[in-house]
């Protein structure tokens, strides 16, 4: 069973498009988080939720929200793709706010063309 | 805020040859700290973790001490294997959003 999953694993897209990624886990954790890795392997926080409580990084674009219809899942839906979205994107939970090990999914590639 | 610097790589060695990759942390009291390893065309998997300070991770022949006076967790490894070659993470809780602070990622190479 995989603890964190995602999908798709790889999304091409169009500018312009509007698109989502699922994330699920089956740990079940009270937080997730979603990260953004660039093409320089460097890791940036995009969002923390936890028990209905959303923080948001405020250099994220408000074209991506998240979106949590239950403790296990947390999504990630992205307006108006611009080429500069292109990355892969990394789901994440953990049990309680910082302190425990965190789990990561297996990404998604984000390709804007 | 915390903070995470981790040398910059790429890291190439040969296989057996011994590794060391630096990282030191800024904090503040005393975060757990973590190594995640990222396998090509793969997710970030915990390779190793230290709760409190002279605390050693250990896993897979890695090693790491929390060391409170030097402010540091240097990754290390006494014979590398090709299978070894991934992208190290060093991290620390403490972001605004109680999130993981990443390094920028150590690239090993390793050569037969």
């Known amino acids: 069973d995989t603890a964190v999953s995602q999908t798709p694993k790889y999304l091409v897209t169009q500018m312009g498009n509007d698109k989502s990624i699922k994330c699920e886990q089956n740990l079940g954790h009270d937080t997730m988080y979603w990260y953004k890795q660039d093409s320089k392997k460097f890791l940036k926080i995009m969002f923390s939720?936890?028990?209905?409580?959303?923080?948001i990084n405020e250099t994220v674009p408000n074209r991506f929200s998240p979106k949590s219809p239950d403790k296990a899942h947390l999504n990630l839906h992205i307006n108006s793709l611009e080429l500069g979205d292109s990355a892969v994107y990394f789901c994440a939970s953990s049990q309680g706010w910082g302190g425990t090990e965190a789990f990561f999914g297996q990404g998604t590639r984000l390709t804007v063309v | 805020g915390n903070s995470v610097t981790q040398m910059e790589g790429p890291v190439t060695l040969s296989e057996e040859a011994f590794l060391t990759i630096n990282c030191t942390y800024t904090?503040?009291?005393?975060?757990?700290l973590f190594w995640y390893v990222q396998y090509p065309g793969e997710g970030l998997q915990l390779l190793l973790k230290?709760?409190?300070?002279?605390d050693k991770g250990s896993n897979k022949g890695f090693e790491a001490t929390y060391r409170k006076e030097t402010t540091s967790f240097h990754l290390e490894k006494g014979s590398v294997q090709v299978s070894d070659s991934a992208v190290y993470f060093c991290a620390l809780y403490g972001g605004s959003q109680g999130n993981l602070i990443f390094g920028k990622g150590t690239k090993l190479s390793v050569k037969p």
């Open positions: 939720y936890n028990n209905k409580e959303l923080i």
């Open positions: 230290a709760t409190k300070a002279d």
């Open positions: 904090a503040t009291g005393y975060p757990s």
